[in-house]
């Protein structure tokens, strides 16, 4: 007999209408011994509160993209909950550092295959994010984003609206504190990663993971659009760091003062502003994760 397990479902709005294989997910899950809750829109308006009322809720689902999963990660930070994820996102890419395939019946397949691993939280000025939070250009992206570039292009249209950032943002000088040794820069971004995947399936570093207690720096200054090319081919891959116009260091806190105030963004999400101060919770949730996901002690072997 299966053991039945509670989970509370946050899907996006839409989801009912755009995903015409989420049922036969849903059923998936309920075949895994998975009996789902699925929550309103004023519980996503106050998703801790939701989660309270649900005592008796082993895991939090979460069929949406990097936004609505870094809402998510706000009110799990205080909870017992593990997370579950169906990606219904345009870049997926907790989905993708996780190794969450994209199909959402295999996706559902992992969760009720129940193998989870405890994955880091980083916090932007007390404010929780799975993969990337940005200062500079990258952090001005989701204002030149289009929804219906996104629906249309997919991960491209990210790069559309990277381009658009590119024709009006200027360097800044930052004063960064790395671990407690002060540095200054001039430059035009500054990434913060906790994850390994951000804007569409970029890597902040070859080397990085979610679950290594450390958060990833990089911060980089533009040269000729030649140099800014090869870059973003770079960053597919994570090779960025071997490019002389780029630092790149691992650290467990990081402040960051900036010349002029800037726009703090994190996994995708506009947060706050400059000053920014960033640190790491170490193996703070425990997260369903797909069968090619390795963990720290297997890469070692």
């Keep these: 007999m299966v ?7 946050l899907l996006k709005p839409e989801a009912h209408s755009e995903y015409p294989n989420l049922p036969s997910a849903l059923k998936r899950l309920e075949e895994h011994g998975i009996d789902c809750t699925e929550l309103d829109s004023e519980d996503f308006h106050d998703l801790p509160a939701a989660i309270a009322r649900h005592t008796d ?5 979460v069929g949406a993209g990097d936004g609505t999963l870094n809402t998510a990660a706000q ?6 909950l593990e997370l579950g994820i169906l990606p219904l996102g345009t870049a997926n890419d907790l989905a993708r550092t996780l190794c969450i395939p994209p199909d959402l019946t295999a996706a559902a397949d992992v969760i009720g295959k129940g193998r989870t691993v405890p994955v880091d939280l980083g916090l932007a000025n007390d404010h929780a994010f799975f993969n990337v939070a940005h200062i500079g250009l990258a952090a001005e992206v989701p204002r030149f984003t289009r929804g219906f570039e996104k629906r249309v292009l997919g991960p491209l249209g990210y790069l559309v609206a990277v381009f658009r950032a590119l024709r009006r943002f200027r360097a800044f000088h930052a004063k960064v504190c790395i671990d407690g040794q002060q540095h200054r820069f001039k430059c035009d971004q500054i990434s913060v990663g906790n994850g390994r995947n951000y804007g569409g399936g970029m890597v902040i570093d070859h080397q990085a993971r979610i679950d290594d207690a450390t958060l990833d720096l990089l911060i980089w200054r533009r040269r000729s659009w030649l140099r ?11 090779w960025q760091r071997y490019y002389s116009n780029v630092l790149a ?7 960051v003062e900036t010349s002029r105030k800037l726009r703090l963004a994190a996994d995708g999400e506009e947060i706050g502003h400059t000053p920014a101060a960033f640190r790491v919770l170490s193996a703070k949730l425990q997260v369903h994760v797909g069968p090619e996901y390795k963990e720290p002690s297997a890469d070692a072997d």
Excluded: T
């Design 3 to 9: 053991s039945r397990r509670r989970a509370l479902l």
């Design 57 to 61: 809720a082993d895991m939090l689902i």
């Design 75 to 80: 009110a799990l930070r205080d909870s017992d």
């Design 228 to 238: 800014m090319l090869a870059l973003g081919l770079a960053m597919r891959q994570g």
């Design 249 to 255: 260091v691992s650290a467990q806190q990081i402040e």
